[in-house]
């Protein structure tokens, strides 16, 4: 299957989402996982997680890196001080390159190779959650 890195965190949040208590204790929250399915379309989905888990561990490093490349090269003006506008506008290029290579980074496909969990098993749950097929229709035929 194939999914835009841009989709990877909506899609994880559908699948699973998780809740702090006040001492930062994390729980399930709701998605899919916490719906009452077959297992079997609650192993489907668990693959799909684990393999975007990954590729999303992957995109942070990735956008970091984009990130570093450019702020690297971009003016600071210490304390008490101002850019003047020749740096400022340097800056404001660096940004908008910076903003274009992000985008040229999230619209990438990455193909994990989970199988497509089962579209007709989703839409027999019985839920009052409000999910987005767009996003389910990526993994699911």
Request: aromatic residues 4%; without cysteine.
């Amino acid at each position: 299957m194939k999914i835009k890195k841009r989709n990877i965190t909506d899609i994880l949040l559908t699948i699973l989402w998780f809740s702090a208590d006040k001492s930062g204790n994390e729980t399930p929250g709701g998605g899919l996982l916490t719906e009452d399915t077959g297992l079997g379309l609650k192993r489907k989905l668990q693959k799909i997680r684990k393999d975007l888990l990954s590729e999303q561990d992957q995109l942070k490093k990735d956008k970091g890196e984009v990130s570093k490349s450019f702020t690297d090269k971009m003016f600071v003006a210490n304390e008490g001080e101002t850019l003047n506008e020749e740096q400022q506008a340097l800056n404001a290029g660096l940004v908008s390159q910076m903003e274009s290579e992000m985008n040229i980074l999230l619209n990438e496909e990455i193909a994990i190779n989970a199988e497509y969990a089962s579209l007709s098993e989703i839409e027999k749950i019985q839920t009052k959650a409000s999910y987005d097929f767009e996003l389910i229709e990526m993994i699911a035929q």
